[in-house]
């Protein structure tokens, strides 16, 4: 156990749906960043949030969201899905400066049908 | 910018022989650089890090990497490869972008162990 947990693990879904991903960070970390694995594009950085504020935006889509509340968990926001939105969903955790690595979780598998 | 460059998809080694995932780097700071590795259906767990220390870092299940700043090299190496170290290695640098530190990903080389 990383001390990131990510919910769901799986989640199915069909194509012009909305879900939303759940990320607790490890006890302490302050920033939080969402990543998408898909086998075409690798790792792909989405957006990171530093104690509740958007800090740096990645490759994401308008149509994706993103915020971290005050219990610094997160909620990445996928709407108007697309069978091309099926990845792996990442959430990592650091300290304040994310220099010495991330942690992340286990991730979220999203299939769209 | 910053970008990290791992030299081969694929690598194939027999168990008890060393293993050489090569990865170079490009930053205009001076960078840190991680290995993670991502066994099938699992997330992605810190093997090592680099931040200005010591060149030669030690992680963990015997794995290690140089940092060489001449060749903006960052190659991890194990001695012995066991069956479990099959799984994906992903090369990553850490730098400033605008007003926040972000992870560049390189492209993952697939690990396979043969018995």
């Known amino acids: 156990d990383s001390g990131v947990t990510q919910t769901p693990k799986h989640l199915i879904t069909a194509t012009g749906q909305r879900v939303t991903l759940r990320c607790s960070p490890r006890?302490?970390?302050?920033?939080v960043y969402w990543y998408q694995q898909s086998l075409d594009q690798g790792l792909q950085f989405l957006i990171q949030?530093?104690?509740?504020?958007?800090?740096a935006k990645g490759n994401i889509l308008e149509r994706f969201s993103a915020q971290q509340f005050p219990d610094l968990h997160s909620e990445l926001n996928l709407s108007s899905l697309e069978l091309g939105d099926s990845a792996l969903y990442f959430c990592?955790?650091?300290?304040?400066?994310?220099?010495?690595?991330?942690?992340f979780g286990s991730g979220t598998r999203l299939t769209v049908v | 910018a910053q970008s990290v460059t791992q030299l081969d998809s694929h690598v194939s080694v027999s168990e008890g022989t060393p293993v050489l995932l090569r990865c170079n780097y490009s930053?205009?700071?001076?960078?840190?650089l991680f290995w993670y590795v991502q066994h099938p259906n699992k997330g992605l767990q810190l093997l090592l890090k680099?931040?200005?220390?010591?060149?030669l870092v030690k992680g963990i299940n015997g794995f290690e990497a140089e940092f060489k700043k001449s060749e903006t090299s960052f190659h991890l190496t194990k001695p012995s490869a066991h069956m479990s170290d099959a799984a994906e290695y992903f090369c990553?640098?850490?730098?400033?972008?605008?007003?926040?530190?972000?992870?560049?990903f390189g492209s993952g080389t697939q690990l396979t162990v043969l018995p």
């Open positions: 990553v640098v850490s730098a400033v972008s605008g007003s926040a530190r972000q992870l560049t």
């Open positions: 949030y530093y104690n509740g504020e958007e800090r």
């Open positions: 680099y931040t200005s220390a010591a060149t």
């Open positions: 990592a955790s650091s300290a304040s400066s994310g220099s010495y690595g991330y942690t």
């Open positions: 930053s205009s700071y001076s960078p840190s």
């Open positions: 006890s302490g970390d302050l920033s």
